[in-house]
């Protein structure tokens, strides 16, 4: 099965500095996604990696997606309390299933 | 639209009871799935399903049961609760165009077993 392994596991960061979040994934990868769960919530879809090298960004945050190293990364710029929640990178596998990394943690302390 | 909703928002049950929860998504989305999330951890797949009639078993199905009589309803079903069953469990849903695998969550379902 495909394992996506997640670090650091928790982050605590005062408000704005910078972070970076990675995903190392376990089989290579088809597409890559990160999505933000607030504390008690639900998942919220942030963006989506298909391609090596590739680079998106939505508002304050970024992601890359590097092929060879079968890995991901998503940076924050300048955080604010309103980033903090539970970070999660997900990928298909060759079976058609979707899966999680093991999240990571962010605390932005004001 | 209301998107997904999952019932109830918190449930308590003792070793053994059954219960049934239920998820439900007004966007037309053929797939849908339910996940598990376990204190500190990310979310496991335990069943998904493609489409109406269709469900298939993801990383963790042991314990559970699906059905998908229709497409807006994917109810799961505990049989005999067991205490490893605590966890939150998320539903979620996704069309076939845009992002492919952008899925719509639910707000989830905190259960207890005791």
């Known amino acids: 099965s495909q394992e996506l392994e997640q670090s650091p596991q928790s982050l605590i960061v005062q408000e704005g500095k910078n972070l970076t979040i990675n995903c190392t994934s376990s089989?290579?990868?088809?597409?890559l996604y990160w999505y933000k769960q607030k504390y008690g919530e639900g998942l919220i879809f942030l963006m989506m990696l298909q391609k090596g090298g590739e680079e998106k960004s939505h508002e304050k945050i970024t992601a890359k997606l590097d092929e060879k190293k079968q890995q991901s990364s998503l940076h924050i710029t300048a955080s604010q309390p309103s980033h903090a929640g539970i970070y999660l990178c997900g990928a298909v596998s060759t079976g058609n299933q979707f899966y999680f990394g093991t999240g990571t943690s962010l605390t932005v302390i004001p | 639209n209301a998107g997904v909703t999952q019932t109830p928002k918190f449930r308590i049950l003792k070793i053994g009871q059954s219960m049934t929860l239920q998820c439900a998504q007004d966007?037309?989305?053929?797939?849908m799935y339910w996940y598990r999330q376990d204190p500190g951890m990310g979310l496991k797949l335990i069943y998904y399903s493609v489409g109406a009639g269709i469900t298939d078993k993801g990383e963790v199905p042991n314990g559970y049961n699906v059905s998908r009589s229709t497409t807006e309803d994917f109810p799961l079903r505990l049989e005999l609760a067991a205490p490893s069953q605590t966890s939150v469990y998320f539903c979620?849903?996704?069309?076939?165009?845009?992002?492919?695998?952008?899925?719509?969550f639910g707000p989830g379902t905190r259960l207890t077993v005791t």
């Open positions: 966007m037309n989305h053929n797939y």
């Open positions: 089989k290579t990868l088809y597409g």
């Open positions: 979620a849903s996704r069309g076939l165009g845009g992002a492919s695998y952008e899925q719509y």
